[in-house]
Nanobody, 115 residues
């Protein structure tokens, strides 16, 4: 089973930046599609960004041009660079690893953006 540990969350002012990291405990990290989701209080979890095993990225419309997902297969880590943060980006951010018939989640890291 893949263990995912997120880090890098915190409190930042609007317009600021944060970089989230998600470290995976697996020797076959490169075979997983990786994604970042977020869930604000009282709302459903939503996809923020995903990156395929081949490095192709996709983004929610709300974060396009501000967030960037990347992966380092040598370090078993996926990143989410978040720029120009807005108060509406405040959420718990979760890392997800996915292969056919397998899905794993981290515990999440809180991001709070103050206005």
């Amino acid at each position: 089973q893949v263990q995912l540990v997120e880090s890098g969350g915190g409190l930042v002012q609007a317009g600021g930046s944060l970089r989230l990291s998600c470290a995976a405990s697996t020797s076959i990290f490169s075979s997983y599609a990786m994604s970042w989701y977020r869930q604000a209080s009282g709302r459903q979890r939503e996809l923020v960004a995903g990156i395929t095993t081949g490095g192709n990225a996709n983004y929610a419309d709300s974060v396009k041009g501000r967030f960037a997902i990347s992966r380092d297969n040598a370090k078993n880590t996926v990143y989410l660079q978040m720029n120009s943060l807005k108060p509406e980006d405040t959420s718990v951010y979760y890392c997800n690893a996915r292969r056919p018939l397998y899905d794993s989640w981290g515990r999440g890291t809180q991001v709070t953006v103050s206005s």
